[in-house]
């Protein structure tokens, strides 16, 4: 058994600035977050016998995210260390597969693409498992919530529900669910369909609900929820409704063709499940409530 220092275990978790679409010599390791150990966790070498060959050979994975989506991932008040649910997630993946976890900051819209260029071995950013993006790859299971509308403090406009969005300008992040959730609403107005502003990261968006430049903002409900009571936030916003529309599953998205890694991070989440790690992780960000039983591959 090995305790999990996110500071400093060998296989535990790098996070890697990426600027400018740079991946390589350019990137710079970080050291993870804040957070000292999260509990004992044990190396399944019939695990890291089963992942592919390239990865065991170079002893790490990469994965993309956006970290802009407290308290899933966001930077730290350095502006640098990665912290959040799912980065303490990846490092614990990676004790369990005995490989070190490097999550690279790139761009949510492109992160499915770069997995299928092979920049990156998957994305762990909050990302909706939906058919459609079933098409593109295969999604490992972990987490459960639905989409909340945030609005300013005060809800200026009085928004209440979807409907109430027809006629304004609402925010979202480009390539998300909620911008997919959008669209279908803008379809339903009539002649006063919503006016969609997709931005390339949820913080643009936040910027924009903040200033008033739009009426709304749609998030997943624990991004939403954490922005309406932490206290750098909870002036500026809050949410609509108690209303979760729409709810699914996020997943680990994998290249259709790397089967063997899907597997491998399906098993090594179902060990985190097993031991109680995974139950930890959720109760220290307070995300009890949208952990799931099981690990599953596409929802079943």
């Known amino acids: 058994m090995s305790l999990l220092r996110r500071a400093a275990a060998t296989a535990g978790i790098a996070l890697v600035l990426a600027t400018g679409g740079c991946t390589r010599a350019e990137t710079a390791a970080v050291q993870a977050g804040a957070v000292d150990e999260v509990g004992a966790v044990a190396v399944d070498p019939a695990l890291h016998a089963k992942l592919p060959e390239a990865v065991r050979t170079r002893g790490f994975l990469r994965l ?42 790139g761009v949510f819209n492109t992160a499915l693409d770069e997995v299928s260029a092979g920049t990156y071995d998957g994305v762990l950013s909050s990302m ?25 403090r005060g809800n200026p406009k009085g928004v209440r529900s979807l409907d ?51 009426v709304a903002a749609l998030q997943d409900y624990p991004p939403a929820s954490y922005l309406t009571t932490d206290e ?37 989440l179902q060990r985190l499940i097993d031991s109680g790690t995974y139950g930890d992780l959720l109760a220290r960000w307070e995300l009890i409530a949208s952990g799931v039983s099981k690990a599953t591959v596409n929802g079943a």
Do not use: W
Not at 65 to 79: H, K
Not at 84 to 101: K, S
């Open 232 to 268: 750098r936030t909870s002036a500026f916003f809050e949410l609509a409704s108690d209303q979760q529309y729409e709810p699914g599953l996020f997943g680990i998205a994998v290249d259709k063709s790397n089967v063997a890694l899907r597997d491998c991070l399906r098993d090594a």
């Open 64 to 105: 993309v995210t956006d970290a802009s989506y407290a308290p899933m991932e966001y930077f730290a008040a350095d502006g640098r260390t990665i912290i959040g649910f799912e980065p303490d997630l990846a490092a614990a993946l990676g004790e369990v597969l005995g490989v070190r976890v490097e999550m690279v900051v």
């Open 128 to 152: 909706t498992d939906t058919a459609d993006r079933r098409d593109r790859a295969d999604f490992v299971n972990y987490f459960s919530t639905g989409t909340s509308i945030l609005v300013q």
């Open 164 to 214: 109430d969005l027809c006629g304004h300008p609402v925010a979202t992040e480009k390539g998300t669910f909620q911008e997919e959730m959008l669209q279908r609403t803008a379809k339903k107005c009539g002649s006063r369909p919503v006016r969609i502003v997709s931005l390339p990261t949820n913080a643009d968006a936040l910027v924009e609900l903040r200033l008033g430049r739009v």
